[in-house]
C-alpha cells in the first residue's frame, strides 16, 4: 500500500508537471479593448488565447497584470483557445498612453502540484487612458469671482468679440450698428463706438509642471488632482461651445512643454486629453517663471485658472491683474502626504465638498471634485 501510495504521488506529480508544461506551451493571447478611455473608467475586455502548437484548448491559465494602465488585475481563464473568449470587467487606474506587448501566464494543471510560469506574446494592442472627466452640467464659480458661472455656462463669441473703449467720429464704411446713438444726437453728427478687441470666451488653463510643488502617490497625487480638475473644465467648456486652451511648464528655449491654445471642437478637445494623458511633473521650474513666460498668449478678457500648493506664495504676473483676475485651485498638499491608504480606508473615507473663496478654491485629498461641476 505505501508503495501504491508513493506511486500515485510520483504519477501526479509528474502528470501535474507534464500538464503545466501542455498548457504553457506557445501561444499568443489577443486582447479586444477600447481605444481611449479615462481614468475611473470600467471597462469591457475580451480576452482570448490563441495556440500556436497542440493543444488547440488550455485550462487553469492565470494574466498576471496584463494590464499597465490597471494594475494588480488579474485575469484567470479557466478554459481558453481559438473558439473561447473571456470577458470581463476591468477598472481603468493609471494615465498615459500604453501598448500591451506581452503577458506573465501560470498553469498548475491539472492538480495544482506544479506551477510553471511562460511570458507569451500579445498582438500588438493600443490604449490611451485620459484623465479621470467628472460629468457635469455647469463649471459654478464662486459668486464674488469676477467671472460668474453664467460666463462659463453659456457659449458666446471669441473671435471678433469686443469690448467698448471710446468714441470717435464716423468715416465712411463704418457699420451702422456701432453708431452710439446718444451721443450722435448730442452732437449733431454721427459718433461711432470704438471697440478693443476681446476674447471673453477663451480660458486658459495653466498647469504647475514642477515636482517640488506636488506630493501624494498614485491616484491621490497632488498632479493627477490638478490634470482631473483640467480635463474636466475643458471638456465642459469645449462641449458648450465655448474656448479652452493648456499650458504648463518651461523647457531649456524658453518655450511651454505644453501649450495647446484656446480652440473648440472635437478634435481641439481630443487633442487636448491626449497632451493631459502623456504630460508628466517633471520639470522643475517655478511655477511663477512659468507664468511669466506666458504674457505673449494673453489677450483681454480670458479667464485665467491656475492651481498653487496652498503653503507657496505665488503672486499672479501683472499681465493677469489688468481686467480679470485668475481664477486660483488652492491645493493643500500636506493632505496629501499622508501615503496610501488601504483598501478598506478606501471606501470608508468620507469626501467634502470644495471649499469656495473669494478668487477659487480650496482642494484637499478628500474633496469630491464631482461637486464641482454640478449646477
Known amino acids: 500500500m505505501l508503495y501504491a501510495l508513493f506511486a500515485v504521488l510520483v504519477g501526479a506529480g509528474l502528470l501535474s508537471l507534464v500538464g503545466a508544461r501542455l498548457m504553457l506551451r506557445p501561444a499568443t493571447i489577443r486582447f479586444r479593448l477600447p481605444a481611449q478611455v479615462s481614468v475611473g473608467e470600467t471597462i469591457s475586455v475580451d480576452v482570448a488565447v490563441v495556440p500556436q502548437v497542440w493543444p488547440s484548448k488550455r485550462h487553469l491559465l492565470l494574466l498576471k497584470s496584463p494590464y499597465p494602465f490597471a494594475l494588480a488585475q488579474d485575469v484567470f481563464l479557466p478554459v481558453s483557445g481559438r473558439s473561447f473568449v473571456r470577458k470581463h470587467r476591468v477598472l481603468c487606474t493609471q494615465r498615459g498612453f500604453f501598448r500591451l506587448c506581452d503577458a506573465t501566464v501560470t498553469s498548475a494543471y491539472p492538480f495544482g502540484l506544479a506551477k510553471l510560469v511562460r511570458t507569451w506574446q500579445v498582438e500588438p494592442i493600443a490604449i490611451a487612458v485620459y484623465p ?7 463649471f459654478s464659480l464662486p459668486a464674488s469671482s469676477t467671472r460668474n458661472s453664467v460666463d462659463m455656462e453659456q457659449p458666446t463669441p471669441s473671435l471678433g468679440q469686443e469690448l467698448f473703449r471710446e468714441v470717435r467720429e464716423y468715416r465712411r464704411g463704418d457699420n451702422p450698428r456701432h453708431i452710439h446713438w446718444r451721443s450722435s444726437a448730442r452732437h449733431g453728427s454721427l459718433v461711432m463706438k ?45 462641449r458648450s461651445g465655448l474656448r479652452c486652451g493648456v499650458a504648463g511648464g518651461l523647457g531649456a528655449n524658453g518655450a511651454p512643454r505644453i501649450l495647446i491654445a484656446p480652440s473648440t471642437g472635437n478634435a481641439h478637445l481630443q487633442a487636448l486629453l491626449e497632451a493631459l494623458a502623456a504630460v508628466r511633473a517633471d520639470y522643475a521650474i ?23 500648493d496652498v503653503g507657496q506664495r505665488v503672486v499672479a504676473p501683472a499681465f493677469l491683474q489688468k481686467q480679470r483676475a485668475p481664477f486660483w485651485f488652492r491645493i493643500d498638499t500636506d493632505s496629501f502626504v499622508a501615503g496610501d491608504l488601504s483598501e478598506r480606508i478606501q471606501l470608508e473615507r468620507k469626501l467634502l465638498p470644495p471649499v469656495r473663496q473669494s478668487d477659487g478654491y480650496a482642494i484637499g485629498r478628500d474633496t469630491d471634485l464631482s461637486l464641482l461641476f454640478m449646477s
Open 286 to 308: 517655478p511655477y511663477a517663471t512659468v507664468l511669466d513666460n506666458l504674457s505673449p498668449h494673453y489677450r483681454a478678457g480670458q479667464q485665467w485658472i491656475l492651481f498653487k
Open 194 to 238: 470704438q471697440f478693443d478687441a476681446v476674447a471673453t470666451s477663451e480660458t486658459w488653463i495653466v498647469l504647475d509642471l514642477d515636482p517640488a510643488s506636488h506630493a501624494g502617490s498614485g491616484e491621490d497625487h497632488t498632479f493627477e488632482r490638478s490634470l482631473e480638475i483640467a480635463a474636466s473644465i475643458a471638456t465642459h467648456q469645449i
Open 132 to 138: 479621470r472627466v467628472y460629468p457635469g452640467t455647469a
